[in-house]
């Protein structure tokens, strides 16, 4: 693999750059002499051995890696970024001369690393620069990987010349979050995998995983409920839950979710596994019709055998989770059964932790019960007001996560009308997050809930606030978007949420628009680890990417070991059919008949779901502004010889 640091030439100028998430504190440290030169010193990273064997408790992951292993890999991203090879060696204490990257522990005090509540953090770090070498302490192993974080952006910004310098700096929140619909359409592991690399490079700390879902059935369609879209993305050990399964081929394995966990926890973020009951489970219902209620996606919580079942499906996913939080959904229920609604969320919070002494989270959810009130254990996450309201919710004492729509929330290939506050939009509005309550200059943070009454906020660090997860819905269904799509969507959400979560009121703000966007372009694809912007290196700045004529002595399958080519570019293509060209995320192919066919590596063919205005309102009567069409059009007519 070509090293990043070789695609810097004619870039934007990297220096004026913005680290994502800003650092908390800076110093400068021009007593420690001429910036860091990465070429000059051996290529070896030392890390303290008292230290390398640092595991953290504080954070949700029941897996976390020790700082050894998180120095590990970040060698292998230094790596890559640099093309050389680096090695990792312990050492005994921290040095007081020597030259390289040293990791280990904090130096000094370490009050400054704490959340912006007051509660110290083992996520906070200290990063210290001279001319010889680069020392990051942190309070905890995590700290330590996020330092590393750091360090790559500032050796990408500066070309592998870092200027001497001096930065403590902790996390605002510990929930920094980007939430991913696979309910509605399959995700591949290597794309899940890909996004924790991602997010992981700009400190987020949770992937939240709704792994169960379906075709909203209050948009139409409940006559036809059966022949709905519906999925559920795990694959059962026990073959008498089976039933909950369509598409056997789109779903994670025990072993598969294993080594997605694994590979999150190994870049610092906590996968948070959402399955969706007492709505939103036609998954359910459609196994087991006689638990339904009239809309057929709602569960019937007082026929005998509801609970049960559903209990039988944790029962069988609890040993999965590597996790000591997980999420069971339960929003837009009847609110006329809020008795039946609050008894269930009690009895599988109460369920769920004796069994593997794990907490739950549902959607903040309408539950006008006189008798009953949802249990002080439950983590309640905001969605919308007229379903929850934050400030009464932290007053209560629940502990409560900001996911507001208006700020947070995307729907891929869907505008969501008429469903307010409507539309929703298709990619990030970050201009929302900037500009909080179209307020210019107010950047959001995660204390910030109410856009219409700009009063009715959270103190900065309240109590029970735990942070923020931005969300990417597929309301649209499978065949409207690709898997790539779904990455476009959230590349400019997923840093800008978490450099607002990480600075908090405390930290500094990103300078402006420009400047973020110009960073995340900037870094986006030089990222170690991760290609989502599926770029291919040119040699001499050429704008081809690849001139490839096949020979005569090529066997029938040539593997041109490129993979993708991300957005935006242009096919040349001269061939005789039939033939077929693929890649890992699309695939063009030539009919013997003639028929030329685009299509998705998860077997959605091009183009997606194209139907025109009419027929969009014969399929949904009444629903004005849905997204159907993404046409692919061809200029040439297809020619078979």
Known sequence: MRPILALLAGAVLASALQLLPPATSTLSNSSAGG???????????????????????????????????????????????????????????????????????????????????????????????????VYIGGAGARGMWWGTRTLLQQILVSNGSIPATHLVDAPAYAT???????????????????????????????????????????????????????????????????????????????????????HCASRGVTVIPEIEAPGHCLYLTKWKPEMALDKKDLLNLSHPEAIPTVKSIWAEFLPW????????????????????????????????????????????????????????????????????????????????????????????????????????????????????????????????YNPVNTTLQLPAGARGNKGAILAAWNDNGPDATTQLEAYYAMRRGIP???????????????????????????FSPRIPGQNLDRRIPTTNNSTIVLDWTRAPTDPDIVDLGLGSLGMNHTLR???????????????????????????????????????AAADALALDPGQPGRVWVNATASTHAVGVG
């Not at 790596?79 to 280990?104: A, E, H, K, M, Y």
């Not at 369920?351 to 249990?375: A, C, D, Q, V, Y």
């Open 321 to 448: 989770f590597e996790t000591k939080e997980v999420h069971i959904g339960a929003d837009e229920y009847d609110s006329t059964l809020a008795d039946d609604y609050i008894t269930f969320v009690n009895e599988m919070s109460d369920f769920i932790n004796s069994t593997s002494g794990k907490k739950i989270r549902i959607w903040g959810t309408e539950e006008p019960s006189e008798n009953l009130t949802i249990s002080k254990d439950v983590i309640i996450q905001h969605w919308q007001y007229g379903q929850s309201d934050p400030i009464a919710l932290q007053a209560d004492g629940y502990d409560i996560i900001n996911s507001e729509d208006w700020w947070a929330y995307m729907s891929l290939k869907n505008d969501h009308m008429p469903i307010n506050p409507a539309p929703y939009p298709q990619f990030f509005n970050e201009t929302r997050v900037l500009n909080f309550a179209n307020q210019p200059g107010w950047q959001w943070t995660p204390a910030d």
């Open 176 to 262: 920094r979050g980007f939430m991913l619909d696979a309910g509605r359409k399959w995700y591949s592991p290597s794309f899940l995998k890909e996004l924790c690399t991602y997010a992981s490079f700009f400190k987020l700390s949770e992937f939240h995983y709704h792994l169960s879902d379906n075709y909203p059935l209050n948009r139409g369609r409940n006559e036809t409920w059966t022949d709905v879209y519906s999925h559920f993305s795990l694959l059962p050990e026990d073959e008498s839950l089976h039933g909950i399964i369509e598409r056997p081929n789109e779903t994670l394995s025990r072993t598969d979710f294993a080594d997605f966990q694994q």
């Open 573 to 611: 293509l001269s061939a005789r059919g039939p033939f077929a060209l693929r890649g890992p995320d699309t695939a063009l192919a030539l009919a013997a008949d003639g028929a030329l066919t685009f299509s998705t590596t998860d077997g959605w063919a091009y183009p997606l779901r194209a139907v």
């Open 496 to 522: 800008l949420t978490g450099a607002r979560a990480w600075s908090g009121s405390r930290g500094p703000a990103l300078p402006s628009s420009s400047t973020f966007s110009a960073a995340v372009d900037f």
């Open 35 to 133: 910036p860091f030169d990465l070429a000059s010193i051996p290529k070896t990273i030392y890390i303290d051995r008292a230290f390398a064997s640092v595991a953290d408790s504080e954070g949700l992951t029941l897996i976390p890696p020790t700082a050894y292993a998180f120095a590990q890999t970040f060698s292998q991203d230094l790596s890559q970024l640099t093309g050389s090879n680096w090695t990792l060696q312990l050492v005994d204490g921290r040095p007081t001369n020597g030259r390289g990257i040293f990791l280990g522990g904090p130096s000094g005090n370490s009050a400054q690393l704490a959340y912006e509540n007051g509660t110290p953090t083992e996520e906070g770090y200290e990063l210290t620069v001279s001319s010889n070498r």
